[in-house]
T-cell receptor
């Protein structure tokens, strides 16, 4: 049973470009969470999605960031017009139900030049 | 809202020595508590969790943690550490099922095992 998969593992973008981060949850999991880990800090919640719905986006920056979890395919975290401050590790987690344990993927490390 | 404080940013110990990583939390509602481990350049792996019941929780790799409601603490312990335990450890809380589903993490404790 494959775990949570994220790609790419490493992503380099120049300022002003777009970054797309993908997350495939564990088989059977319909709840997806995105977290961001800035250097030397803990993880901070960004957004919680179920299939085709955003449930909680209280941690998402108001501009340039968006997330989706379509009926088919992976969840996507999209960052438009990236800036150096967006450089971080972005982790996706999934769970079987709303009360179940969250299982984390290996993360995508975004570097903005 | 919930918050988590991990009192030590770094903990160096010698191999085979005992270790305790401290975690305190703040919440106005009941919470679930978790410890995750992050090895270099990897994702987070669940070590153990407290949902209800016995306050002493046993996890993987010989780790255990004790929930203390009066002190709002959830300290992680291991009686004898190994070089392979070198990693970053994160304490996290989540509100009960009626609350928000997001995990709130502490800043992390870097555990370094010296031979």
């Amino acid at each position: 049973n494959a775990g949570v998969m994220q790609n790419p593992r490493h992503l380099v973008r120049r300022r002003g470009q777009e970054a797309r981060l993908r997350c495939s949850p564990m088989k059977g999991h319909s709840h997806v969470y995105w977290y961001r880990q800035l250097p030397e800090e803990g993880l901070k919640f960004m957004v919680y999605l179920q299939k085709e719905n955003i449930i909680d986006e209280s941690g998402m920056p108001k501009e340039r960031f968006s997330a989706e979890f379509p009926k088919e395919g992976p969840s996507i975290l999209r960052i438009q017009q990236v800036v150096r401050g967006d450089s971080a590790a972005y982790f996706c987690a999934s769970s079987l139900s709303v009360t179940d344990t969250q299982y984390f993927g290996p993360g995508t490390r975004l570097t903005v030049l | 809202a919930q918050s988590v404080t991990q009192l030590d940013s770094q903990v160096p110990v010698f191999e085979e020595a005992p270790v305790e990583l401290r975690c305190n939390y703040s919440s106005s509602v009941s919470v679930y508590l978790f410890w995750y481990v992050q090895y270099p350049n990897q994702g987070l792996q669940l070590l153990l969790k407290y949902l209800s019941g016995s306050t002493l929780v046993k996890g993987i790799n010989g780790f255990e943690a004790e929930f203390n409601k009066s002190q709002t603490s959830f300290h992680l312990r291991k009686p004898s550490v190994h070089i392979s335990d070198t990693a970053e450890y994160f304490c996290a809380v989540r509100a009960d099922p009626q609350g928000a589903q997001k995990l709130v993490f502490g800043q992390g404790t870097r555990l370094t095992i010296n031979p």
